[in-house]
């Protein structure tokens, strides 16, 4: 069973036009 309680860090990359893949970091704990 997984510990969905548990928190986890989800990386995002979103390209942006003319500029560099910008990553976001999100930290959820539910």
């Keep these: 069973e997984k510990a969905l309680d ?4 989800v990386f995002i990359s979103i390209p942006i ?5 910008v990553e976001f970091s999100l930290t959820k704990s539910c």
């Design 6 to 9: 548990a928190p986890y860090e």
């Design 17 to 21: 036009k003319g500029y560099e893949p």
